[in-house]
């Protein structure tokens, strides 16, 4: 999808390049180190919140991959 929703209005997503993918990586990588046990991370993918469903570059949860898969986005 080319919009997401951000506080109840279509936004237009920004469109990634190489640096910024390279980036986001780097970042996962460093932060996934530093999670405590139980919390996973997600990148590039929805967060579900009251009134917007964003796609942020990186956000931890404290969601298993299964609960991920199973239940959806946190």
């Known amino acids: 999808s080319k919009v997401e ?6 936004v ?3 469109t ?3 640096p910024h993918i ?6 996962r990588k ?9 919390w996973n991370s997600i990148t590039q993918a929805p ?3 009251s009134d917007s469903m964003p796609e942020p ?8 991959d299964a609960e ?3 239940h959806g986005p946190p």
């Open 57 to 64: 570059d990186y956000a931890a949860c404290r969601m298993s």
């Open 12 to 14: 237009n997503k920004m």
């Open 68 to 70: 991920i898969t199973a």
């Open 16 to 18: 990634q390049h190489g």
């Open 30 to 38: 460093h932060l996934d180190r530093l999670l405590p046990d139980g």
């Open 47 to 49: 967060v579900v919140l």
């Open 5 to 10: 929703l951000l506080e109840g209005y279509l």
């Open 22 to 27: 390279a980036t986001v990586n780097r970042v």
